[in-house]
Nanobody, 115 residues
Framework: QLVETGGGLVQAGGSLRLSCAASTSLWGLNAIHWHRQAPGKQRELVAA???????FYADSVKGRFTASRDNGKNTAYLQMNSLKPEDTGVYYC???????????WGQGTQVTVSS
């Protein structure tokens, strides 16, 4: 199971850190991805981190978002800085046996950036 926390309301230019906690049985097999779904739009992949620490970022978040993971805590993080109103949406984490495999999903956490 995956559980996201850390969403909320923040002003433009602010920061939030999302967490994605995984059960021990999933952790060793997983790459972790971060997706977001803005109102009226399709869900998009914004960041990912492999078990070995390789990362991917969508162009829209490069230089502002940082994905990381703490294997000892079975938790992945998405540090989001310099937030923009267009970053608003529901953020989901997913896990898979490799990058770009989305087998397990969390319930999502709302991020709202006000202008």
């Amino acid at each position: 199971q995956l559980v996201e926390t850390g969403g909320g309301l923040v002003q433009a230019g602010g920061s939030l850190r999302l967490s994605c906690a995984a059960s021990t049985s999933l952790w060793g097999l997983n790459a972790i991805h971060w997706h977001r779904q803005a109102p009226g739009k399709q869900r998009e992949l914004v960041a990912a981190i492999s078990l070995g620490g390789s990362t991917f970022y969508a162009d829209s978040v490069k230089g502002r978002f940082t994905a990381s993971r703490d294997n000892g805590k079975n938790t992945a993080y998405l540090q989001m800085n310099s937030l923009k109103p267009e970053d608003t949406g529901v953020y989901y984490c997913s896990g898979g046996s490799a990058l770009y495999e989305y087998t397990n999903w969390g319930q999502g956490t709302q991020v709202t950036v006000s202008s």
